[in-house]
């Protein structure tokens, strides 16, 4: 079965979970009507059915290659990006004072999901572009945004961000590549750079590079680390491409899959680059970047997630195999209780997941909007749950999908595999789902616990709300918050940072199913209490919510018992 945008499904989380109505009701996003909504998602939608989802079998069996210095993308992939940058999707929440659409960024979540599901490996390309579309937005000096944005903005131009070194990886700071002033506003970039996602391509005209690299008087650490823009091609004085870089693609990464997508080693040589922002500043530059790429790296998992499913509902509706009690489906596999529980349980998985990164959206947008800080503290809070629910739910689905597949799914003929191998990958991208967890009940908690709290009111509410059409399953949600209220509570008092660091994964995934279920919840309660919808919820807060109490019990077990074991123990 083909890829099938499921556009309806986005238009009802719009409309009667996240409230997307709160959005368009500012001045800032006022042109975000209903009608607009929809056609955008329908026309990106039909792009991603029509020109993507043929190219991913493509991308994954005639990987990019590198040939005499020049990277050679899959079959396609120059066509189906043009289609990409023709339609505006680039850009649709970029500013529009250098061609960007301007519209929220909940809008640009749904249509990079919907990309990621079709075609993953080709979908990174516009999504590093979009960072550092951002990250210039908010950072680079105006001579940089009047020359580099508009051609980023139309897709004329790529962008990449350059973090990784291979001794620097989630330590930043530990890089060793160097930048010298030049004396003429530009500095000389020197050092390597692995794991450059689109380092290069052979279908836009420059390949822009936002690198980090210290300066002579940086101090060593990431509080000397300062933010450069160097292009493959130096502009000339018409803003055209011209004279080549001192950059160079080294080598390719063999990964184990994304094998459409060229992961660069880059290698720069007394490279032209310009200052991003301030000196020393550069990490509070690439976050903004980074912070974008987050919530981006969530919705590839859910997207993932969504054609791994489609793709494996399409095999149980068509394998026979063995008798089944049910009577409309009694001989292909689908009216099998277990593989029924496999579908439910990833339909689910999904539904929670794209809401909560939506959620997160819904939150960037009305601090974009509005300035305040109640809403600047939700996307905080959300941005590394949406991170990591969303790929943890993609790599979850697509390896359920193998499982359903039977023998078939390890064979790579089916696509089934393609899927877990292309979207595992995203639980390290962009900060280690790990380091996500720490930051949730490090930093994240810093406010004494406001923000999640104030969450968690929200969440109670709604529970309280639901009573009296869903008394069953609104009691499970509010019990299940009061357990994450406690649980919180108890990260708030370990003064040791290691007792949080130890349960932070168990923690995050605990808060996740809980804001999981509290969705799920609203959206039975939109429909009525009578429908698909509150079926689904009825499996996921019966079936999965109860994995809470295992998660927090974890979160809060502290850290002695990790080091009470020694290296030793672990090689006995």
């Known amino acids: 079965m083909p890829y099938r945008a499921p556009v309806s499904e986005y238009q009802f989380l719009f409309d009667h979970v996240i409230g997307l109505h709160q959005v368009t009701a500012t001045e800032r996003f006022a042109e975000a009507t209903p009608d607009m909504t929809a056609a955008i998602l329908t026309e990106a939608g039909r792009m991603c059915e029509e020109v993507l989802y043929p190219l991913q079998r493509a991308g994954d069996l005639h990987p990019a290659r590198l040939e005499n210095g020049v990277v050679r ?7 189906g990006y043009r289609a990409i940058a023709t339609g505006g999707w680039v850009s649709i929440s970029a500013q529009p004072d250098h061609g960007g659409m301007g519209l929220p960024m909940t809008l640009t979540t749904a249509v990079n999901e919907m990309m990621s599901a079709a075609c993953l490996s080709l979908q990174l390309a516009p999504l590093m572009t979009q960072g550092q579309i951002e990250a210039l937005e908010h950072h680079a000096s105006d001579a940089l945004k009047a020359l580099y944005l508009p051609k980023l903005v139309s897709g004329e131009w790529a962008g990449t961000m350059n973090l990784t070194e291979p001794q620097a990886g989630s330590d930043v700071g530990a890089l060793r590549t160097k930048a010298e002033d030049n004396g003429d506003g530009t500095y000389a970039i020197n050092g390597q750079k692995i794991y450059i996602s689109w380092g290069d391509n052979d279908f836009t005209e420059n390949v822009c590079h936002l690198v980090l690299a210290r300066l002579p008087d940086g101090v060593p650490g990431t509080k000397g680390i300062s933010l450069f823009l160097v292009p493959k091609f130096i502009p000339d004085a018409q803003g055209n491409p011209g004279a080549r870089n001192n950059l160079g693609v080294v080598s390719l990464e063999h990964k184990m899959g994304l094998h459409g997508s060229p992961t660069a080693v880059m290698q720069y040589d007394g490279a032209t680059g310009w200052l991003v922002g301030e000196a020393h500043q550069g990490m509070r530059a690439m976050f903004t970047m980074m912070n974008n790429a987050r919530l981006g790296v969530g919705g590839q998992g859910i997207g993932v997630a969504e054609g791994a499913f489609q793709h494996a509902l399409a095999y149980a509706q068509d394998r026979k195999q063995g008798h089944t009690p049910d009577k409309d489906n009694p001989d292909t596999i689908i009216g099998h209780a277990n593989v029924r529980r496999m579908l439910a349980g990833m339909k689910s998985e999904i539904f929670a997941a794209r809401a909560i990164a939506l959620a997160c959206a819904q939150a960037i947008d009305m601090e974009t909007a509005t300035g305040a800080k109640h809403w600047a503290a939700r996307a905080a809070l959300l941005t590394p749950i ?13 390896n359920t999908g193998v499982q359903l597949h039977g023998g078939m799914g390890y064979i790579e003929e089916t696509g089934a595999a393609q899927y877990l191998r292309d979207v595992r990958v995203t639980a390290i991208y962009e900060g280690t789902n790990g380091i996500q967890a720490m930051d949730l009940v490090g930093r994240k908690l810093m406010d004494g616990g406001e923000a999640a709290f104030a969450l968690i009111d929200e969440m109670q509410a709604a529970a309280e709300a639901a009573r009296g059409a869903l008394p069953e399953l609104a009691e499970s949600v509010w019990q299940a918050t009061e357990s994450l209220r406690e649980a919180t509570d108890w990260m708030l008092a370990q003064d040791d940072m290691t007792h949080r660091f130890a349960g932070a994964i168990p923690f995050l995934r605990g808060f996740a199913r809980i804001l999981g279920a509290h969705f799920h919840l609203k959206a039975a309660q939109a429909e009525g209490g009578d429908g698909a919808r509150t079926r689904l919820a009825r499996f996921y807060i019966t079936r999965l919510l109860p994995e809470h109490a295992g998660h927090l019990a ?8 990790l080091y009470a074991l020694t290296p030793e123990d672990f090689a006995a």
């Open 386 to 398: 949406a991170k990591v629910c969303g790929t943890e739910t993609g790599i979850n689905v697509a």
């Open 73 to 79: 993308t899959p079959p396609g992939f120059a066509d």
């Open 554 to 561: 974890h979160a809060t077990a502290g850290a002695n018992d």
